[in-house]
């Protein structure tokens, strides 16, 4: 069975632009978390989305925005970038709603310029 | 305030030494608890978690982990570390024990080096 993945790998775009990052989930899973992860330090929790409804989100600025779609795949969309916004960002995917165990995709890296 | 606590940044090892990483919580009550590696420039592979039952839970590649209730403690092990296990190491927790959905909390993580 397929993980959870992660499109594109790599990204490079310069302040003041908008992003889109893409995440599918593992099959089955219905809820879809994003977290950033800036070097050297452990991921951040930005939102959790469950049946198409955002169900968490953490303390990020309204930059950030993030809708799932009926196949349960997501999209995370950050506009307005900064050079504070390079990070791994990390995509996973959980059975229902409610944490419990999360499995990651492999992440998208954004550089910001 | 509610935290996870990693105390230490580097371990130094040598392949076929023991291994004890550290995690520590500071929430109310006991949450979820779990243990994610990170090879370089990858995502994160879930370890192991502890929900309730048995303290002391067997993971994946060998480790296990013992939660301790009295010390706010779920301490990651390994009898004997191969190459293989140079990664980085978080500890993390979900504080509302499945019932929330704000996320999993992170460790700020700790390195792990092997030395031959």
């Known amino acids: 069975d397929a993980g959870v993945t992660q499109s594109p790998t790599h990204l490079i775009k310069t302040r003041g632009q908008q992003v889109t990052l893409r995440c599918s989930p593992i099959?089955?899973?219905?809820?879809v978390s994003w977290y950033q992860q800036v070097l050297g330090q452990g991921p951040q929790f930005i939102f959790q989305y469950y049946e198409k409804e955002e169900r968490g989100r953490g303390n990020f600025p309204d930059r950030f925005s993030a809708r799932q779609f009926p196949n349960y795949s997501s999209e995370l969309n950050v506009n307005a970038l900064l050079l504070g916004d390079s990070a791994l960002y990390l995509c996973a995917s959980s059975l229902t709603r409610g944490v419990r165990e999360q499995y990651f995709g492999p992440g998208t890296r954004l550089t910001v310029t | 305030a509610q935290s996870v606590t990693q105390p230490d940044i580097h371990i130094t090892v040598s392949e076929g030494a023991s291994l004890e990483l550290r995690c520590n919580y500071s929430y109310g009550a006991t949450p979820y608890l779990f243990w994610y590696v990170q090879s370089p420039g990858q995502g994160l592979q879930l370890l192991l978690k502890?929900?309730?039952?048995?303290?002391l839970v067997q993971g994946i590649k060998g480790f296990e982990a013992e939660f301790k209730r009295s010390q706010s403690s779920f301490n990651l092990r390994k009898p004997s570390v191969h190459w293989s296990d140079a990664a980085e190491y978080f500890c993390?927790?979900?504080?509302?024990?499945?019932?929330?959905?704000?996320?999993?909390?992170f460790g700020k993580g700790t390195h792990l080096i092997i030395q031959p």
């Open positions: 502890y929900f309730s039952g048995d303290t």
């Open positions: 993390a927790v979900d504080p509302y024990s499945g019932g929330g959905a704000d996320g999993l909390t």
């Open positions: 099959s089955g899973h219905k809820s």
